[in-house]
């Protein structure tokens, strides 16, 4: 399948599009790689591959702060 480019009025490029079928890989850089693992519906589960210094997270988590102390739930 061939992927597509979505631009603004200006031409500028903002999101690159691939289409990918169950089982098919996107590679980013040299060592992440994002894998189709199923669809149901119009839900799809992908399956990530990075290494374990590369922060992973959903757009709607908030990110996480390795400077600040960790809680640990530790009580007082």
Do not use: C, F, W
Not at 19 to 27: A, H, K, M, S
Not at 42 to 62: C, F, N, T
């Amino acid at each position: 399948m061939t992927g597509g480019q979505s631009s603004t009025p200006q031409g500028r490029i903002t999101v690159l599009i691939l289409y990918r079928r169950i089982g098919e890989q996107i590679v980013i850089g040299q060592d992440i790689r994002l894998s189709v693992l199923d669809l149901r519906g119009k839900h799809i589960r992908i399956g990530i591959d990075a290494p374990l210094k590369q922060q992973v997270r959903r757009e709607e988590s908030p990110p996480i702060d390795k400077t600040s102390p960790s809680n640990d739930n530790k009580k007082s």
